[in-house]
């Protein structure tokens, strides 16, 4: 009873702010109709604080932390990298290893981590314990004027990540520099009015980690269901090799040849396609990631794309495009972990795909698998649409609340 109470609490609470936000909004709106100048202040802003935000740099609220820690003193819960980041503001998962007995940049709870390797990946990271970082991952400490949950908006936000990249050296690699990151133009409201604001922005955080779960939950469902499915068939249904019912190729661009709005689906070895402004498939296909962290990853696409000279194009099928989609989901993996093993191979090389034997039942068992799985896959993509949504209106509030 308790906790409804409090998420009842917590839902009045935003509710409200939003509301003294909307209408703060009216009322700048009001007086720039009666031609009233306001200065440096945001569009939205709750209506108990007046008067305007001082103006001053990056660098006159926050420093790069200086102190070091030996890699000793940490283990693979509180050490991070550039690759255990998570992009698109998400946090970060385990370290897959930890530097033998060597001193990187210290970080405390209440830090602000971005990894510096292609900033537009907007890996940000609120931190919630101390420990250790990679010389690639920025760290940022908020001074006296700043409260470090306000630092942690300022940071984990568009507008910083796009002047972040507007100084960024270097073409397939792009680095933030440090320097230029200083001079960042921002506006410091009085300490009680960062705290509210932090707090409503916190709040929508809240909702956007329960949603992340949902999404999380839902997904190791539809493993489990896939796998449960395509074990069924192991006995008693005949194998073909992969290569004999679609045809396989790759895309053939460097990973960097995305282009920002680009008017096609460009797919790399990420899990979410980029942009890019030319063709160079129009067909129903799936596409699998040859390298990289996500090795072995499939997106199914159908229309006009372009691909990276690592990703692995499988089109014209004899069967079920979405009935092998699942049966790959399951197998590939397998294959992967027995190749790695036995070779070390930390990509996929053709035959890998070519020579994978999956079984193949009758269309009607074909057509009953991947209609199960589809109906899956559209309660996840509602489940992903309102978490974009969330995180679409939490930007908003970001360019609404901050100058």
Same mark, same amino acid.
């Given at each position: 009873?308790?906790?409804?109470?409090?998420?009842?609490?917590?839902?009045?609470?935003?509710?409200?702010?939003?509301?003294?936000?909307?209408?703060?909004?009216?009322?700048?709106?009001?007086?720039?109709?009666?031609?009233? @100048?306001?200065?440096?202040?945001?569009?939205?802003?709750?209506?108990? *604080?007046?008067?305007?935000?001082?103006?001053?740099?990056?660098?006159?609220?926050?420093? /790069?932390?200086?102190?070091?820690?030996?890699?000793?003193?940490?283990?693979?819960?509180?050490?991070?990298?550039?690759?255990?980041?998570?992009?698109?503001?998400? !946090?970060?998962?385990?370290?897959?290893?930890?530097?033998?007995?060597?001193?990187?940049?210290? *970080?405390?709870?209440? #830090?602000?981590?971005?990894?510096?390797?292609?900033?537009?990946?907007?890996?940000?990271? /609120?931190?919630?314990?101390?420990?250790?970082?990679?010389?690639?991952?920025?760290?940022?400490?908020?001074?006296?004027?700043?409260?470090? #949950?306000?630092?942690?908006?300022?940071?984990?936000?568009?507008?910083?990540?796009?002047?972040?990249?507007? +100084?960024?050296?270097?073409? @397939?690699?792009?680095? !933030?520099?440090?320097?230029?990151? @200083?001079?960042?133009?921002?506006?410091?409201?009085?300490?009680?009015?960062?705290?509210?604001?932090?707090?409503?922005?916190?709040?929508?955080?809240?909702?956007?980690?329960?949603?992340?779960?949902?999404?999380?939950?839902?997904?190791?469902?539809?493993?489990?269901?896939?796998?449960?499915?395509?074990?069924?068939?192991?006995? !008693?249904?005949?194998?073909?090799?992969? !290569?004999?019912?679609?045809?396989?190729?790759? +895309?053939?661009?460097?990973?960097?040849?995305?282009?920002?709005?680009?008017?096609?689906?460009?797919?790399?070895?990420?899990?979410?396609?980029?942009?890019?402004?030319?063709?160079?498939?129009?067909?129903?296909?799936?596409?699998?990631?040859?390298?990289?962290?996500?090795? +072995?990853?499939?997106?199914?696409?159908?229309?006009?794309?372009?691909?990276?000279?690592?990703?692995?194009?499988?089109?014209? /099928?004899?069967?079920?495009?979405?009935?092998?989609?699942?049966?790959?989901?399951?197998?590939?993996?397998?294959?992967?972990?027995?190749?790695?093993?036995?070779?070390?191979?930390?990509?996929?090389?053709?035959?890998?795909?070519?020579?994978?034997?999956?079984?193949?039942?009758?269309?009607?068992?074909?057509?009953?698998?991947?209609?199960?799985?589809?109906? /899956?896959?559209?309660?996840?993509?509602?489940?992903?649409?309102?978490?974009?949504?969330?995180?679409?209106?939490?930007?908003?509030?970001?360019?609404?609340?901050?100058?």
């Amino acid at each position: 009873m308790t906790t409804t109470k409090n998420n009842e609490h917590k839902k009045l609470n935003f509710s409200s702010e939003r509301e003294q936000s909307q209408a703060c909004l009216n009322s700048a709106e009001h007086e720039k109709n009666h031609g009233r @100048k306001v200065l440096n202040v945001p569009n939205l802003r709750f209506p108990e *604080f007046q008067g305007e935000w001082e103006k001053c740099k990056l660098g006159d609220a926050s420093e /790069f932390s200086k102190e070091r820690v030996n890699t000793q003193n940490l283990s693979s819960d509180n050490y991070v990298a550039t690759e255990n980041m998570l992009q698109d503001y998400q !946090g970060i998962i385990e370290a897959s290893s930890v530097p033998t007995n060597t001193n990187v940049i210290k *970080f405390n709870k209440g #830090d602000v981590l971005l990894s510096n390797i292609r900033p537009y990946l907007k890996k940000v990271w /609120f931190a919630d314990k101390n420990g250790g970082c990679s010389a690639d991952v920025f760290v940022f400490k908020a001074l006296s004027a700043c409260i470090p #949950d306000f630092l942690h908006y300022i940071i984990a936000n568009d507008r910083f990540i796009n002047f972040a990249m507007s +100084g960024a050296k270097g073409v @397939k690699m792009p680095r !933030g520099d440090k320097e230029q990151m @200083k001079t960042y133009e921002i506006g410091l409201p009085s300490i009680e009015e960062q705290k509210k604001i932090a707090k409503l922005l916190s709040l929508l955080d809240e909702r956007i980690a329960t949603q992340n779960k949902i999404i999380d939950k839902l997904q190791s469902l539809i493993k489990g269901i896939a796998q449960h499915c395509i074990r069924e068939l192991i006995n !008693g249904w005949e194998y073909v090799r992969l !290569g004999d019912i679609c045809k396989i190729t790759t +895309g053939k661009l460097d990973a960097n040849a995305q282009v920002e709005n680009g008017q096609y689906p460009f797919f790399t070895c990420a899990e979410r396609p980029f942009n890019i402004d030319s063709y160079a498939f129009d067909t129903e296909a799936l596409l699998i990631s040859g390298n990289g962290a996500n090795l +072995g990853y499939i997106n199914y696409y159908k229309g006009k794309f372009n691909a990276y000279q690592r990703t692995y194009v499988l089109d014209h /099928f004899s069967v079920n495009i979405q009935y092998v989609k699942w049966a790959l989901k399951v197998l590939l993996p397998q294959r992967i972990a027995i190749e790695k093993s036995s070779s070390n191979t930390p990509y996929i090389v053709l035959s890998t795909l070519a020579d994978l034997k999956i079984p193949i039942p009758n269309n009607s068992k074909q057509n009953h698998i991947a209609d199960l799985m589809m109906s /899956f896959e559209r309660k996840l993509s509602t489940q992903l649409v309102l978490s974009d949504l969330y995180n679409k209106q939490k930007q908003y509030l970001l360019r609404q609340m901050f100058i």
